[in-house]
């Protein structure tokens, strides 16, 4: 498989596994930047600002100059709000006592860095909730999944069955939207294990 390397800038490993769906060769390199959101940056600003922000961290980087970086950055959204991973179980909790019966929006923002060029997107998929009683929350905060995900929940996971109804992408709500992702590796000339004649 030839093409453009291709670089992570995320430690997620839902991210990994969405990328080796499309049959990428990358390698990964987290990027280590501020997440704060500015005061009064809308919610898809915000994604779009995180996911160019981390891809030129790492495309800064000296090894990676002539390499392109892929950079995402996932948040759910209610009410305007930017929820991000819970700080604690009294946190998490509120965040789901805020999701419980309601709709709410997952943002990514993806960007694609390769060398002077940069190619973004912004996708968003719109999530319902079941109503969830203060029992299940406990006993879903009692596991694994909830703690480094925004939103305190996995989709992909136990929390898959808390979701009435999604409209749009669902690997945009676990962190990677495939479909717009592919459109822009194979638009840079990113092998895949899918290719256009």
């Not at 912004?122 to 596991?143: D, G, I």
């Not at 109804?165 to 294990?193: C, D, K, M």
Request: charged content about 20%; hydrophobic content about 40%; glycine content about 10%.
């Amino acid at each position: 498989m030839s093409g453009t390397a291709l670089v992570l800038a995320s430690g997620s490993p839902r991210r990994q596994e969405l990328l080796q769906q499309l049959g990428v060769q990358f390698s990964v390199h987290p990027a280590d930047i501020d997440e704060t959101r500015y005061s009064g940056e809308a919610p898809r600003d915000y994604v779009q600002r995180m996911a160019l922000e981390k891809a030129s961290a790492v495309a800064s980087a000296s090894q990676y100059a002539a390499t392109a970086v892929l950079g995402a950055d996932t948040s759910v959204v209610l009410d305007d709000e930017v929820l991000g991973k819970p700080t604690d179980h009294f946190d998490a909790l509120g965040i789901l006592a805020r999701l419980s019966g309601r709709s709410h929006c997952v943002l990514t923002g993806v960007c694609l860095l390769n060398g002077s060029e940069s190619h973004s997107e912004v996708v968003e998929t719109k999530v319902e909730f079941m109503q969830l009683s203060r029992e299940l929350c406990e006993a879903y905060l009692a596991t694994d999944e909830p703690w480094d995900k925004a939103g305190a929940y996995g989709i992909q996971g136990l929390a898959g069955a808390f979701v009435k109804s999604i409209e749009g992408s669902y690997s945009n709500v676990v962190g990677l939207p495939l479909s717009e992702t592919w459109q822009l590796l194979i638009g840079q000339g990113i092998a895949t294990a899918l290719e256009l004649a």
